[in-house]
């Protein structure tokens, strides 16, 4: 995986394939082929172990922050998952093939649907949850919007990412926000 992550960073998605996967970690054809029959089963390999760590990353401080995060609070979570992604070899090539391949796409929708029943878990604790499809679709879109302004940050950059994380908090304070406020009768 190591090798395929660092070939992926190295090549991009085009031009990576098994022979230069097994070239590079030292392995035989047959013997990768035991275990990925192709650069598709490699990459969703790789989609997975990045959408854990990304998931992860998310859970260890979810419940802390309760179903009310300060606008701060919820910048310093998108800093930790931006930071947790980029530290990942190959990050931005799998992001993309998460989108763009249709072997793949489930790899991304089975991550975000597991980070939106922990959001409406978390909702649901507190209390917040009267309107569950109103949750459910505005953690979709929370966590969506934080998924593609990482992959935006990794993509462009130039981009201040101090600014962009500021900016995509305060659009999810105010979703959050409403939610509480349309559960409360407000």
């Known amino acids: 995986m190591d090798a395929a992550a660092e070939l992926l960073e190295e090549l991009g998605f085009d031009k990576l394939n098994t022979n230069l996967i097994c070239e590079r ?7 990768l082929y035991r275990y990925f029959p192709n650069k598709y089963s490699v990459l969703k390999e790789l989609g997975q172990r990045l959408m854990e760590v990304q998931n992860q990353a998310l859970y260890d401080v979810l419940e802390e922050l309760g179903p009310t995060p300060t606008v ?3 910048a310093d979570q998108l800093r930790g998952q931006y930071e947790v992604t980029i530290t990942q070899k190959g990050a931005s090539w799998i992001m ?3 989108h763009a391949t249709p072997q793949l796409v489930d790899v991304r929708r089975s991550s975000h649907d597991k980070m939106v029943k922990r959001f409406i878990a978390v909702q649901s ?3 917040e949850s009267h309107n569950h499809a109103q949750i459910e679709r505005r953690s979709r879109i929370i966590v969506e919007t934080g998924y593609s302004m990482v992959e935006m940050l990794i993509d462009n950059p130039a981009l201040d990412s101090d600014a962009t994380l500021a900016d995509t908090a305060i659009m999810i304070f105010a979703l959050i926000n409403e939610n509480v406020a349309s559960d409360r009768g407000q």
């Open 125 to 127: 604790e507190q209390g």
């Open 25 to 31: 970690a030292g392995l035989t054809p047959p013997a």
């Open 96 to 98: 993309r093939a998460l």
């Open 72 to 74: 701060e609070q919820i």
